[in-house]
């Protein structure tokens, strides 16, 4: 659903965001001129005109029009012929420049789902080339090893890590930094958009819009509107994910006796009660294992660009 950097300007972390998502317009010499002097981010291929990131939701209700994505399913869509362009533009706009030649930039990846076939590896070779071709030394990343980095430094970079993102949901268990275990499943916040928008007879895009600004998953509204399907779906998917984890922890024969933290990021992760209801839920599973702790991250919309800027800082420290 978004798009993030984060880079270290001096002592602070400089973050910048792109929705991914665009809208088309047809190309008129008045439309141009007035986009060319305004901030807008467009991109204009013969005679149709895409208008990108956060703005396309603006004109797409302006337009009448419905917003596309370059991204879906957690990689590039295969189904937009517009992808690789439109996500090659958000990425060059967010990361931007490098300060020195081949400077070190991580990117994270989805690991292929458990739960679906879905390969990621043209996904991770196309966004390597884009980043390269900006100027950078691209390194790929496992996204739920991401969440370790940024979240548990003071425990060794030891624990679970969890992002619920908008097409995926990625999970990661490390050791001292040395992943143990690392998996996705196919479902994200972009499910549960889906199937409340299915339940109310509401269009996804007004569903998107209330979880984002004014859900908490509290299970107080039981009846027909999209607060109530939106907690609906969200407890199907926690437990959908959580029932894969101890799958695949029981099948990777983890080591016993350990105790072992949780971390929770991703911007699906974001509404108020999440952390609670999943660390309910997550006591019922069959783990070989303690769990410490569950929390979720202070900026879960930003832990894993946050996560991927510490391991390119190590990197350039040469460590």
Not at 88 to 105: C, Q, S, V, Y
Not at 209 to 216: A, G, L, R, Y
Not at 251 to 259: F, P, R, S, T, Y
């Amino acid at each position: 659903m978004n798009i993030l950097s984060a880079k270290q300007q001096g002592d602070r972390t400089v973050l910048m965001r792109q929705r991914n998502s665009f809208v088309e317009i047809e190309y008129s010499d008045i439309a141009e001129k007035m986009l060319s002097r305004s901030d807008v981010l467009y991109i204009r291929k013969g005679d149709r005109v895409f208008i990108v990131g956060e703005d396309a939701l603006n004109f797409a209700n302006i337009f009448n029009k419905p917003t596309r994505r370059p991204m879906s399913d957690g990689i590039l869509s295969r189904k937009e012929k517009w992808a690789i362009p439109m996500i090659k533009l958000m990425i060059e706009k967010t990361i931007g420049k490098p300060t020195k030649p081949g400077e070190h930039a991580y990117f994270v990846c989805p690991a292929n789902p458990v739960d679906a076939k879905i390969d990621t590896l043209y996904h991770q070779k196309t966004v390597e080339a884009i980043v390269e071709n900006a100027g950078y030394t691209a390194h790929p990343m496992n996204e739920g090893m991401a969440v370790i980095y940024s979240e548990l430094a003071d425990n060794n970079f030891t624990g679970l890590g969890i992002s619920c993102g908008a097409g995926m949901t990625n999970v990661c268990l490390s050791y001292y930094a040395v992943p143990v275990l690392q998996f996705s499943v196919a479902r994200g916040g972009d499910w549960i958009d889906e199937q409340a928008a299915q339940a109310t007879g509401m269009p996804k895009d007004r569903v998107t819009s209330v979880k984002e600004t004014d859900f908490e998953l509290n299970f107080e509204s039981r009846g027909g509107d999209i607060q109530g399907a939106l907690s609906v779906y969200y407890d199907a998917h926690i437990q959908y994910v959580i029932k894969h984890l101890a799958q695949r922890i029981n099948d990777a024969d983890v080591e016993q006796g350990l105790k072992v933290p949780v971390v929770l990021s991703g911007g699906t992760s974001s509404p108020k009660g999440f952390g609670e209801h999943f660390r309910s839920k997550l006591k019922d599973a069959d783990l070989p294992f303690d769990i410490a702790s569950v929390r979720r991250a202070d900026s879960p919309l930003a832990s894993v660009a946050k996560g991927a800027l510490v391991a390119a800082l190590a990197e350039e420290a040469g460590k």
